[in-house]
């Protein structure tokens, strides 16, 4: 019989106690701040701009709304989004590792993105904003590193407003059994050796490369969107399906 309480969770290919996980996380992400950009540069061959760019292009944002990138991290969406909302919107960037939060804001300051932009530490599981709050919600690539993912997007579901939408991009399961070999011996191989040559840590890279086998496929997220009350939820796969972007909306 199953507690209801999970007591372990999955961190990378690992099986951890459940409380430990955003500790663990978190350290992760302390680890590798600083060579963030540098590492998402070299590690999809700047392939990730194009899929946030198209991230964007399917939010609906527009001048005025109010915009939440959750795991906002350095900021690439967000620095986009707050010259769509204009003067009058704003975006919050979100994101539970105070690290990352640090790099985005004086990344977005030295870029001149100020007045609409607003930086939140916050769990994804327990967002600290009042019921439909926002016009459009984003996770790149955070989602799998949440302990509780249906948790977590109930959450977002409650403080987006109706009408709203959610954006999910993140890295899931490849179309192709070629693709998902060559994919695998990239990412457990070189991956690793990337991280300790450009940030002297190869363990956090492996958790991440760990972390997106663990994540649930195209179908089962879309299915856990579905079942917190997400409406007319679909997904792209992008890049032969290394990454999809779910979308779904609140009515």
């Known amino acids: 019989m199953q507690d209801d309480q999970k007591k372990t969770t999955d961190f990378g290919f690992k099986e951890i106690p459940t409380d430990e996980k955003v500790k663990a996380v978190a350290q992760v992400f302390h680890s590798v701040a600083a060579k963030y950009d540098i590492m998402n540069d070299l590690m999809s061959g700047g392939i990730h701009r194009l899929w946030k760019r198209h991230t964007i ?10 915009v939440l990138d959750i795991a906002g991290g350095t900021g690439d969406l967000t620095l986009k989004f707050s010259r769509l909302v204009g003067t009058q919107g704003q975006v919050i960037l979100a994101d539970i590792n105070d690290s990352m939060l640090k790099v985005g804001r004086d990344k977005l300051a030295n870029q001149g993105v100020v ?10 599981e327990a967002l600290p904003f009042p019921d439909d709050t926002f016009d459009c919600i984003t996770i790149a ?24 939408r959610l954006l999910v991009l993140e890295f899931s399961k490849p179309e192709s059994e070629l693709l998902s070999q060559v994919y695998d011996q990239y990412s457990f191989r070189l991956l690793p050796a990337m991280g300790k040559l450009i940030a002297n840590d190869a363990d956090s890279y492996r958790y991440l490369a760990e972390s997106i086998r663990m994540h649930p496929d ?11 009350g997400f409406e007319r939820t679909s997904y792209q796969n992008l890049t032969g399906g290394i990454v999809a972007l779910h979308k779904g909306f609140k009515f």
Not at 57 to 65: K, L, T
Not at 115 to 124: H, R, Y
Not at 218 to 228: A, G, I, P, R
């Open 218 to 228: 195209q179908e089962t997220l879309k299915s856990m969107m579905d079942d917190v």
């Open 141 to 164: 690539f955070g989602l799998r590193n949440v302990t509780d993912k249906s948790k977590a997007l109930a959450s977002m579901y409650r403080v987006l407003k109706p009408g709203g």
């Open 57 to 66: 292009s399917q939010s609906g944002v527009r001048a005025g709304h109010c």
């Open 115 to 124: 007045g609409n932009v607003k930086f939140v530490q916050a769990n994804a």
